[in-house]
């Protein structure tokens, strides 16, 4: 899928070098060229790359500087990586960088990688759709300099229930368990678990309700490279699952399987 003379965008996962895909991995061992996001991408991942490999940090750069480095990459028929931390389309900031380079008549494609919430999930050995309980999962931010547009408001996605995953937010927990309840669905016994760098050797998991979630953060001196898990999820460990599956229910035929 690396191909000279092109961009191949890599989803590193959320820390754990184990966590990249074996074909993020297999580009990382044939690169040129690597940009990669280094706030939050496990610099073990570089030692992938072969030894002659020109390797950058894209955290201290702007993104005409970025871009500059991968458009020099690729005027120099170099294998280009374009490294970012979990999944790429998620808060990655890829599609300007998608965009430059049709406007440079650059070729390149995206290798997907293990989000933080799904990191978050299995260190919480947690379930996020349980039957019963939440069949939906989303997936959002509280606005900080990028805001969030008003049909996007928190309390509004608040209002819906389910199981919410919040990034970039951890800073401000305190406006987050307002907009929550605000929602008037999540009440102050809903249940809260919030994962700082999870699968990293640091990480820590804190949970409560949100009544006491923002201060258990705070003690837990989190306030960023966090991710927050909010629903009735979570309380199924304390108060069984409601609902066994339908997927694996004894008297359910489905294509694969006859009653
Ligand atoms: N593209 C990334 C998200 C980048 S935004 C992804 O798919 O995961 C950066 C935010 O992601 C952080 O502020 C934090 O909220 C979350 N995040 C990234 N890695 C994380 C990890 N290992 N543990 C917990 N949260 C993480």
Not at 9 to 36: H, S
Not at 74 to 100: F, S
Not at 116 to 126: C, E, I, N, P, V
């Amino acid at each position: 899928m690396l191909k000279e003379g092109e961009v191949l965008f890599v989803g590193a996962g959320p820390g754990d070098p184990e966590l990249i895909t074996v074909k993020g991995l297999k580009a990382l061992q044939q690169a040129e060229l690597v940009v990669y996001a280094g706030s939050l991408v496990n610099p073990a991942l570089l030692e992938e790359c072969p030894e002659d490999c020109e390797v950058h940090d894209s955290a201290p750069l702007n993104l005409d500087q970025v871009l500059e480095i991968l458009l020099a990459g690729c005027r120099a028929n170099k294998k280009v990586v374009r490294l970012h931390t979990g999944d790429p389309a998620l808060y990655g900031a890829i599609q300007e960088q998608m965009e430059a380079l049709d406007e440079a008549g650059i070729g390149y494609a995206v290798i997907p990688g293990v989000t933080a919430t799904f990191a978050a999930a299995a260190s919480l050995k947690q379930e996020l759709t349980l039957p019963g309980v939440s069949q939906t999962l989303c997936l959002t931010r509280l606005a900080g300099r990028t805001p969030v547009p008003e049909k996007e408001q928190l309390r509004r996605l608040a209002a819906n229930g389910g199981t919410l995953c919040l990034y970039l937010s951890v800073g401000m927990m305190d406006t987050l368990v307002d907009e929550l309840l605000a929602g008037g669905t999540f009440t102050e016994q809903t249940p809260v678990a919030v994962v700082y760098r999870a699968s990293w050797p640091d990480e820590k998991t804190v949970s409560g309700t949100l009544t006491d979630i923002a201060g258990k953060v705070a003690q837990a001196g989190i306030s960023r490279q966090a991710l927050i898990l909010v629903g009735e999820v979570l309380g199924a460990r304390q108060t069984g699952v409601p609902e066994k599956s339908k997927l694996y229910d004894p008297d359910f035929a489905h294509g694969y399987r006859k009653v």
